[in-house]
Each structure stands twice: as structure tokens, then as C-alpha cells.
């Protein structure tokens, strides 16, 4: 598969617990924040979204939470399974063109 | 996503060789955009485009160029590849204001 981050932060979990995933932004000005999930040898997927007028949403095992106070975002995946092992990026959304910065992305390894 | 496909998916080229990577959608999306990725950096923007024939740079445009004939296709070119343009490369493309949807990526080895 490609390798699509040899340097990235690694979470590592047991299979069946809980995973946070974190990001900090750094324009208050976001409005609007994407979770994409990559797996090897595959484009970003997604995952979640929400836009800065909420602090939390739900999704099917996931739910992202915004801080805005503090500019952090994170991604709770619950029961996690090892089809959940992939890297995931953060992106934020900076002015209405719909641009969106990625963030650097983490690697989440599931141990059976 | 199977609505939106790069090809090649694999290319080894020389330097100074001109390369053009393909992408083409079904989504009927108006905005599409070129990223490229390198381990440890993400996902940065080359170049994006609302429409038919409208064409901006993104964050490290230099060294590539664009072609949006047809709202379905969105073509990335480099004139002189270079081997610091060995990467990973991915189509996307949005409605909008709204997520942007990724092709499979074509990986790409300048020698």
C-alpha cells in the first residue's frame, strides 16, 4: 500500500475501546470542518463534518466535537474496529470559496 | 469513489518529461481541484476550478498547469517534471460549498 505519512502521530488502541482522534485550527475565522478518513492506497473518505454554529455531531460510531473557544476539533470513534486502522486528516474550510486546509493528519492503529 | 476517476494510477518518468494526469467525475460537480501529497505534509492544493474554464492556483502551483475543457474533466499537467514532484496526486471535487469528494490517486515518480 502507499505510504501516505512516515512521520505522522500514531494512536494506538485496542480494538473494541474508544478512539479519540485531535486537531487544532488556527483561523477563527473556519467556519466549517471535514474529518476524512484514508486508508492505504486510497483517496481521503468521508467521514463527518460540522459547521461552526454547533459544538457537536453525531454521525454512525463517530461524533466530532468543535471547541471553538480554543480552535480544537476532535473525532470519537466508538467500539473501535480494525477496519477503522487508516490515517485521519482534519480539514477546515477558510473563506466561502470552499478552500479547505488539511491538517497534517494522525495514524490510527487497531490491535486485535 | 468510483464517481471519480484518475488515470494513470501508476506513472515512472524521467526528468524534463511532460506528464498529464487525468480526472474525470460523474458527480455532476461544478468544482474540482488538484492536491498533492507528501508523507508527513497532507494535502496541498495545486490548483482549483468553479467552472468550465475557470482555472486558480492553489498553495505550490509552480511547476504545473490545468485544463478544464468539460465540467467532468479536470486535467493536471507538468511541463518539465522534476523529481521534488514525486508524489502522491488526487482529484477531488465539491458542489459548492459543501465536502469534497476524492478520486484513488495516481502516484507518481520523477527519476
Known amino acids: 500500500g502507499e505510504s501516505v505519512g512516515l512521520h505522522l502521530p500514531t494512536l494506538s488502541v485496542q480494538e473494541g475501546d474508544n478512539s479519540i482522534i485531535n486537531c487544532a485550527y488556527s483561523n477563527s475565522a473556519s467556519d466549517y470542518f471535514i474529518w476524512y478518513k484514508q486508508e492505504s492506497g486510497k483517496g481521503p473518505q468521508f467521514i463527518i463534518d460540522i459547521r461552526s ?48 486546509t488539511f491538517g497534517g493528519g494522525t495514524r490510527l492503529m487497531v490491535k486485535p | 469513489d468510483a464517481d471519480v476517476t484518475q488515470t494513470p494510477r501508476n506513472r515512472i518518468t524521467k526528468t524534463g518529461k511532460r506528464i498529464m494526469l487525468e480526472c474525470s467525475q460523474t458527480k455532476g460537480h461544478d468544482r474540482m481541484y488538484w492536491y498533492r501529497q507528501d508523507p508527513g505534509l497532507g494535502l496541498r492544493l495545486i490548483y482549483y476550478s468553479f467552472d468550465v474554464k475557470d482555472i486558480n492556483k492553489g498553495e505550490i502551483s509552480d511547476g504545473y498547469s490545468v485544463s478544464r475543457q468539460a465540467q467532468a474533466k479536470f ?14 496526486y488526487f482529484c477531488a471535487t465539491s458542489a459548492h460549498i459543501d465536502t469534497q469528494y476524492f478520486g484513488p490517486g495516481t502516484r507518481l515518480t520523477v527519476l
Open chain 1, 53 to 100: 454554529n454547533m459544538d457537536k455531531r453525531q454521525g454512525q460510531r463517530v461524533t466530532v466535537l468543535l471547541n471553538k473557544t480554543v480552535k480544537h476539533l476532535s473525532l470519537q470513534i466508538a467500539a473501535t474496529q480494525p477496519g477503522d486502522s487508516a490515517v485521519y486528516f482534519c480539514a477546515e474550510n477558510i473563506d466561502a470559496g470552499n478552500m479547505l
Open chain 2, 75 to 88: 486535467s493536471l499537467s507538468l511541463e518539465s517534471a522534476i523529481p521534488n514532484q514525486t508524489a502522491l
